[in-house]
């Protein structure tokens, strides 16, 4: 097909008679028969699509209010994975998390891939987003990387690749969040018809997992999500998450460093902290040993990350 063919069998629904195909990019619904998967969300789209329907001006005031306080939209029309590209997707990732995690492991403790037939320790060093402070950091679990995001895209010959890796303070859990309860809320007739992974699990899991770290170092602290407050402009996602997992978003200026620990400060005084959820780029964290121009961090706290927090 060329840029100007019309998908006949998107064609026969009145609601995508106007679909075009651009031939030079994989198009999920442009290669002739409709996935399976995505037919019951055409098939929703095409009857109830109006813009006197009730359905549509609930979305679309919905994805207004959201838009008031975020930078991003929130496409009407969710895009629907099958289980066996998610299945692929996610073996493909668990996989490449480990790697990575495994990488930044060996660069912070024994640095056997430094070596002649390994990385060039050039490459390294001279990188500014390597710290040497930190070195000799023992992360409990050996997690050094409790959370990555991806960037995916299709290739033309349809598989999934990865564009990017983004380990430094990812963004983007609370958008996702948001997103979904946003969708679900305006469709939720197509919802019930349709078998989708719940995000909640994940949620659950993430901050279950984060207060058991916590609680291999200190079993009598609070976690806590570490932001650079609201002239950040993801802090109106760092508010959404810290609500949802009922930990306290807080700013450098709200912790301090005494006695081998980190404490939260209160009206009621002092309270431990066994656990940070870190919502800022790692050479912020700390004005006394990475970055003295930062407001961000918390003064001692590499420190106490090396001694095992």
Sequence with gaps: MDSNDVNPTLGNSPRFVDY?????????????????????????????????????????????????????????????????????????????????????????????????????????????????????????????????????????????????????????????????????????????????????NFFDAFATHLQKLGDLCRPDGITVMLSSGPEQAGYFEHTYLGQYFGFPVVEGGDLTVRGNRVWLKTLEGLKPVNALYRLIPSRACDALQLDPRSLDGVAGLTEIARQGW
């Design 20 to 200: 075009r195909v651009a031939s030079a990019h994989y198009d999920e619904l442009g290669r002739g028969a409709i996935p399976h998967h995505w037919q019951q969300v055409l098939e929703h789209f095409a009857i109830t699509t109006d813009p006197g329907n009730p359905e549509d001006r609930r979305q679309d005031m919905l994805v207004r209010n959201l838009d008031v306080v975020r930078p991003s939209r929130l496409d009407p029309i969710p895009f629907v994975l099958s289980d066996a590209d998610w299945q692929q997707i996610e073996s493909g990732l668990m996989q490449r998390a480990g790697l990575l995690n495994a990488v930044v492991a060996d660069l912070y403790r024994v640095r056997s891939l430094l070596s002649p037939n390994g990385l060039p320790p050039a490459l390294v060093f001279s990188n500014p987003k390597f710290l040497l402070p930190p070195h000799d950091y023992k992360a409990p679990r050996t997690e050094f990387l409790q959370l990555i995001a991806f960037d995916l895209g299709r290739s033309p010959d349809g598989q999934w690749r990865v564009l990017a890796d983004w380990s430094e303070a990812p963004q983007g859990l609370g958008i996702c969040l948001e997103n979904r309860i946003a969708s679900a809320q305006a469709l939720p007739e197509l919802f019930a018809e349709l078998s989708i992974n719940r995000l909640a």
